[in-house]
């Protein structure tokens, strides 16, 4: 029996039946595929699929997300590989496509999280498992927009990288979740992921906060120290780039996170806020 689905670039797939092995090139959307009750589907990961912790040991690893080795993923005979617009090239999607479908998602927004979840329902004839967490993610959402709604609005400039410094910017899954926290991005009208120079900020008159992500670029206290010499006036906070990054069901716990993250920024209490 033929399925037929459009994924988030508007491609068209056909499926003679439900797919039954996977490659996963995207860490979120491979843990996402694992809460849906579909590990045993999956053959091929990244090297940066690292949740649940054990898939390094037991799904063949096919490169990162950028680069992968096209013999390996050839090898695991895949009925469909998994990619995201941003995470992956346009390059290695028109590689993979010639091996077997490649299911493009693109993740901007909240709703689109959501679409993607009842997507996978569809694909993988996981229905039940995808509403319920489309349901349980809902539930929480609302829960926590309940939390956040008397939390004045901070100037937060959101960090992913050094050498150069390029932060979140528009139309981005970060931007929508800083917006989600009343945290008004300080580069929301630039480009996705500009490059900056901590000087300008300074002239600009620097946000309330600066968050230095742990991913891509993993900033520690030492970057946070030096980043204070140059602007004396924001709170330097470490966060955890999973919880502002990563999708699916990833946003469960990621609206914990940010609860508690909450809580420490009012009482100034958290190790990570680096005064």
Same mark, same amino acid.
């Given at each position: 029996?033929?399925?037929?689905?459009?994924?988030?670039?508007?491609?068209?797939?056909?499926?003679?039946?439900?797919?039954?092995?996977?490659?996963?090139l995207v860490?979120?959307?491979?843990?996402?595929?694992?809460? $849906?009750?579909?590990?045993?589907?999956?053959?091929g990961?990244?090297?940066?699929?690292?949740?649940?912790?054990? $898939?390094?040991?037991?799904?063949?690893?096919?490169?990162?997300t950028?680069?992968?080795?096209?013999?390996?993923?050839?090898?695991?005979?895949?009925?469909?590989? *998994?990619?995201?617009?941003?995470?992956?090239?346009?390059?290695?999607?028109?590689?993979?496509?010639?091996?077997?479908?490649?299911w493009?998602?693109?993740?901007?927004?909240?709703?689109?999280?959501?679409?993607?979840?009842?997507?996978?329902?569809?694909?993988?004839?996981?229905?039940?498992?995808?509403?319920?967490?489309?349901?349980?993610?809902?539930?929480?959402?609302?829960?926590?927009?309940?939390?956040?709604?008397?939390?004045?609005?901070?100037?937060?400039?959101?960090?992913?990288?050094?050498n150069?410094?390029?932060?979140?910017?528009?139309?981005?899954?970060?931007?929508?979740?800083?917006?989600?926290?009343?945290?008004?991005?300080w580069?929301?009208?630039?480009?996705?992921?500009?490059? *900056?120079? $901590?000087?300008?900020?300074?002239?600009?008159?620097?946000?309330?906060?600066?968050?230095?992500?742990?991913?891509?670029?993993?900033?520690?206290?030492?970057?946070?120290?030096?980043?204070?010499?140059?602007?004396?006036k924001?709170?330097?906070?470490?966060?955890?780039?999973?919880?502002?990054?990563?999708?699916?069901?990833?946003? $469960?716990?990621?609206?914990?996170?940010?609860?508690?993250?909450?809580?420490?920024?009012?009482?100034?209490?958290?190790?990570?806020?680096?005064?």
């Amino acid at each position: 029996m033929l399925k037929t689905a459009t994924d988030q670039l508007g491609t068209v797939h056909t499926f003679k039946t439900t797919p039954q092995r996977i490659v996963s090139l995207v860490p979120s959307q491979t843990e996402l595929l694992c809460d $849906l009750g579909l590990e045993a589907k999956i053959v091929g990961i990244t090297s940066f699929c690292v949740h649940p912790h054990h $898939l390094k040991t037991t799904k063949k690893r096919v490169g990162g997300t950028k680069k992968v080795h096209l013999d390996k993923i050839k090898a695991l005979q895949p009925d469909i590989i *998994i990619c995201n617009k941003e995470e992956n090239t346009l390059e290695m999607v028109q590689q993979l496509g010639t091996i077997c479908p490649v299911w493009v998602t693109n993740i901007l927004t909240i709703e689109d999280n959501f679409r993607m979840i009842l997507d996978f329902g569809k694909i993988f004839n996981s229905r039940t498992e995808a509403q319920k967490w489309h349901d349980k993610l809902v539930f929480a959402l609302s829960n926590f927009k309940d939390f956040i709604k008397d939390v004045p609005v901070q100037k937060t400039a959101y960090f992913i990288w050094k050498n150069p410094y390029m932060v979140a910017g528009t139309h981005t899954y970060i931007n929508e979740l800083l917006q989600l926290n009343h945290f008004e991005n300080w580069y929301q009208t630039k480009e996705r992921y500009p490059e *900056i120079i $901590l000087e300008q900020m300074v002239v600009d008159g620097a946000p309330d906060y600066i968050f230095l992500s742990s991913e891509p670029y993993p900033f520690k206290k030492n970057a946070a120290y030096e980043m204070r010499q140059h602007i004396p006036k924001a709170k330097i906070v470490l966060v955890d780039g999973e919880m502002f990054s990563w999708y699916g069901s990833r946003l $469960l716990k990621a609206l914990d996170y940010f609860r508690i993250l909450h809580q420490n920024l009012q009482n100034e209490a958290a190790e990570a806020v680096i005064e």
